[in-house]
Every structure is written in structure tokens, then in C-alpha cells.
T-cell receptor, first 109, second 114 residues
């Protein structure tokens, strides 16, 4: 079962940073934090993942708190094409990869 | 780069018919997962295979079965279709089961049961 809590929806102005929070207070020591997004019924798309340290790639940055009970996905310069449902998933094993309700991010011009 | 390939993209069936969905994982990936996403719902895990053996089972109805073949492709067989089976079916693949890597998803098969 999903072990994360995310806001149902968020708005962001185009060109601004989008900060999407996720609560995972029951995370275990060997569980990774994954972020995926789903754009209008397409297959979920991998964004980023991390264990303890903050991570950055060409798409986004992932900030994980020191106690690992929450994290924030940062899209530095949101575009209209970033409008999607964003899922935060915690898992050590892909067999336990459960999608919660996600955050619907609306990027507005 | 090669991605996860699913076929067909769209499938229309009548109630009580059968359907077969196919999934071709990324080359060298040995693990395949099936998810079902109903209208307005989040993806729900159905079943997974690692090295051609079933590795986990989620909320998959008894009317559904699946297998992974020697070339690692997988097929989801659905019998006695019901209206409620209308959904997007996603396949995903990974190299191994552990979460140190990534899970890659296909574009899905849209199944409509009339």
C-alpha cells in the first residue's frame, strides 16, 4: 500500500519553480524515494530517485530531509508541458511499487 | 534508446470475450510488471515476473493470467471480460527487482469492454 501523502493539486506559473512536497513518515532505512509523473494517460515517466542525499538531474532536483520523513521535488523552470500528475513512491523493491493519489500540477501561462 | 513496447495500443472487446495484451521489455531487462489504471484512478499493481517466474501478485482477478516467456516478453490474458475491466493496462520493466535502479513504463494498452 502507498505510504506517502501528497497534496491533491498545485498551481504553478510558467517559468517559475514548482515545489512538490511528499510526506513519507514511515519510510524504512532501505527504501528509496522515487518520483514519477503521468501526463494525460501516458505511461508513468521516471523523474528522479534518491536514498538519503539530495539528487539533481536534467529534469529536476530532489530534496530529502535529514530524517527522511519528507521530500520535495523541484522543477526549476516549469513549462506548460510539465502539467501532469506527480507521484511520490517509497520502495526498496519494485514489487512493492505502489502508486498513491499523486499531485495534479497545473502549470499556468 | 529502446523503451518498453506494448501491443496493441487500443483494444475493443465485447463482454465475456477474451483479450491478450503483450509487453516487450527493454533489452536485457529480466523483470516485468503489469498495472491496471481505471478511469480517473491511479495505477494498481496486478502481477510481476522475474526471470520467467511469478514474483509477486497484487489485485489481479482470477479471470486474468499472465506469463513471461524465454525472451522475457510477457502476456496478460484476460477471460470472461466484464465492463469493469475497461482500463489502461501498463507494463513496466526493470533490471532485477531491487529499487536501486529504475522502473520503466510502456505507453499502455487501452482496453474498452462493450
Amino acid at each position: 500500500d502507498a505510504k506517502t501523502t501528497q497534496p491533491t493539486s498545485m498551481d504553478c506559473a510558467e517559468g517559475r519553480a514548482a515545489n512538490l512536497p511528499c510526506n513519507h513518515s514511515t519510510i524504512s532505512g532501505n527504501e528509496y524515494v522515487y518520483w514519477y509523473r503521468q501526463i494525460h494517460s501516458q505511461g508513468p515517466q521516471y523523474i528522479i530517485h534518491g536514498l538519503k542525499n539530495n539528487e539533481t538531474n536534467e529534469m529536476a532536483s530532489l530534496i530529502i530531509t535529514e530524517d527522511r520523513k519528507s521530500s520535495t521535488l523541484i522543477l526549476p523552470h516549469a513549462t506548460l508541458r510539465d502539467t501532469a500528475v506527480y507521484y511520490c513512491i517509497v520502495s526498496y523493491n519494485f514489487n512493492k511499487f505502489y502508486f498513491g493519489s499523486g499531485t495534479k500540477l497545473n502549470v499556468k501561462p | 534508446a529502446a523503451g518498453v513496447i506494448q501491443s496493441p495500443r487500443h483494444l475493443i472487446k465485447e463482454k465475456r470475450e477474451t483479450a491478450t495484451l503483450k509487453c516487450y521489455p527493454i533489452p536485457r531487462h529480466d523483470t516485468v510488471y503489469w498495472y491496471q489504471q481505471g478511469p480517473g484512478q491511479d495505477p494498481q499493481f496486478l502481477i510481476s515476473f522475474y526471470e520467467k517466474m511469478q514474483s509477486d501478485k497484487g489485485s489481479i482477478p482470477d479471470r486474468f493470467s499472465a506469463q513471461q516467456f524465454s525472451d522475457y516478453h510477457s502476456e496478460l490474458n484476460m477471460s470472461s471480460l466484464e465492463l469493469g475491466d475497461s482500463a489502461l493496462y501498463f507494463c513496466a520493466s526493470s533490471l532485477g527487482l531491487l529499487g536501486v535502479g529504475k522502473l520503466f513504463f510502456g505507453s499502455g494498452t487501452q482496453l474498452s469492454v462493450l
